[in-house]
Each structure stands twice: as structure tokens, then as C-alpha cells.
């Protein structure tokens, strides 16, 4: 009855996280370029209460369960339009490349850029002012006064002049991974790279998967009505393992009684 209740407490502590990562997911249901999380569970060890070469099979009893990892999904968002020509998403497996104050690469899903202005020119930053990097991991720099920007599918960037003619600045830079879930989540929508990432593939017009739509933003790829199933599934879950150290419990005390 003991090792019954040891493992109904290892699924009631599995459960939870489950719950405390759906509860996350709706959180985040309209944070831009959010990508949802699902909790993967392994089996823990087993016990070999009997055992015999000539026994066709082993008779062997779990001690329950524990989470493995936290699994994100990269799928695409939605996109909604802005109209916004700072706006852009990324249609493919890439992610834009930005710089942190501790001069290090960060990589994001989020291209609701704003440009900080200082004196005549104005660099294209995040939200939280970390600068925006071009395909050759240089700061993306525009006139202050500059109002017409445009950017192309392949991620060129270009600003019309006073006398009409259009020029080219720069490409934004972009990267994907091989294996993005070894991505390390820091918060704020920005990853870092990791071992188990792999190294950034940057990205250039001749070489790329990603494509660039201006004034639109990828949304959140929660689904409520899904998220809410995996709620009730980790709930009832959570549930029948308390009653499995009810039942324990009672079985044991039967247990206690029968010496008195």
C-alpha cells in the first residue's frame, strides 16, 4: 500500500505540471509569435517481484511517472494584419536575429520592431530596444525623418527618397535551426542558441526558407478548445491518482485494524 501511494503521488506531481504548462498556454493566448508547450512523461523504474529463467514473462510492478521534458511547438502562428510597415512576420522556419545589451546573438519569432530614435538616424529595435541585425549581423540603421520603408518577401529593405527614387539599405537577417526545441527560452518571445539547438543557419535571398510579410504579425498557435481538453484530461488525471492514495490509505488501515 506504501509503494501505491508513492506512485499515485509521482502522477499527482506529474498532473500538476501538466496543468501549471495548459495553464501557461492560455496565458499566452495573444502574446505575439507565442508557441505552445506540452509536457512529455516517462515511466519510472521497475520492480522484479518474481523472477524464473523458465517463466515465459516477469512479473514486475512501475513506481510511477516523471516528466521528461517540456516540448515546444514551432508550428506557425496565425497572421494578422496591422498595417504597420514596422510589423513583420516570417513565413517559414526562420527567426529574426537580434542583438542583447551583452553584445550576444538572441533569436525571436516577434517582429513588432519600433525604430529608437537618436539625433538624425533611427535604428530598428525590439520592443525592448534590443537592435534588429541585417544579414551580416550589422544594426539596422534609417534617416530619423525616413517615413517610406519598405521590406520584400525575401527581406530587403528599402526607403523612397525626397526625389522619388527608391533605394535598398540593407536584407534583414534571418536564422533557423536544425533542431529548434533545443532552443533555450528566455522570455520576452527571445531564444538563445544551445548545444543541442545546433549552430544558427543564417539565411540569405539564395538560401532561405523564410519569407517576409510586412505589416502583418504571426499570432499565438494556442488553440483554446484544445488547451481546455488537455486541461479536463490533466484534471480527471489528477483526480483518480488522489483517489488511488485514498484507497491506499483505506486499504491500509483495514490493514491495521485486523491487528488489534
Known amino acids: 500500500m506504501i509503494r501505491a501511494m508513492w506512485t499515485a503521488a509521482s502522477g499527482m506531481q506529474a498532473q500538476q505540471l501538466n496543468v501549471d504548462t495548459i495553464s501557461n498556454n492560455l496565458a499566452n493566448v495573444n502574446t505575439t509569435a507565442y508557441k505552445k508547450e506540452r509536457v512529455e512523461f516517462k515511466d519510472l523504474l521497475y520492480q522484479q517481484l518474481a523472477y524464473d529463467e523458465g517463466r515465459p514473462v516477469n512479473l514486475m510492478v512501475g513506481h510511477g511517472v516523471r516528466p521528461s521534458a517540456t516540448v515546444k511547438d514551432f508550428s506557425e502562428g496565425s497572421l494578422q494584419e496591422t498595417d504597420n510597415p514596422l510589423d513583420l512576420a516570417i513565413d517559414g522556419e526562420g527567426f529574426f536575429v537580434v ?12 517582429g513588432s520592431f519600433k525604430l529608437s530614435v537618436d539625433g538624425d538616424t ?13 544579414s551580416s549581423g550589422a544594426e539596422i540603421y534609417f534617416d530619423a525623418n525616413q517615413k517610406n520603408i519598405s521590406i520584400s518577401k525575401s527581406g530587403i ?6 526625389d522619388g527614387t ?30 543541442a539547438s545546433g549552430e544558427p543557419l543564417y539565411e540569405d535571398e539564395t538560401n ?3 519569407n517576409i ?20 484530461t490533466a484534471q480527471r488525471a489528477y483526480e483518480v491518482n ?5 484507497t491506499a490509505d483505506e486499504m491500509l488501515s483495514i490493514t491495521n485494524n485486523l491487528k488489534r
Open 99 to 110: 542583438l542583447d545589451p551583452n553584445g550576444r546573438e538572441l533569436y525571436t519569432r516577434d
Open 122 to 134: 533611427a535604428m530598428l529595435t525590439t520592443s525592448d530596444g534590443y537592435p534588429v541585425l541585417d
Open 157 to 162: 529593405i528599402s526607403v523612397k527618397n525626397d
Open 166 to 195: 527608391v533605394e535598398e539599405i540593407t536584407r534583414i537577417g534571418t536564422a533557423r535551426f536544425l533542431n529548434p526545441n533545443g532552443l533555450e527560452a528566455l522570455g520576452d518571445n527571445l531564444y538563445a542558441q544551445t548545444a
Open 208 to 210: 532561405t526558407t523564410s
Open 213 to 232: 510579410l510586412q505589416g502583418f504579425l504571426e499570432t499565438s498557435n494556442v488553440q483554446v478548445v484544445q488547451e481546455m481538453v488537455n486541461l479536463i
Open 242 to 246: 488522489s483517489k488511488s492514495i485514498q
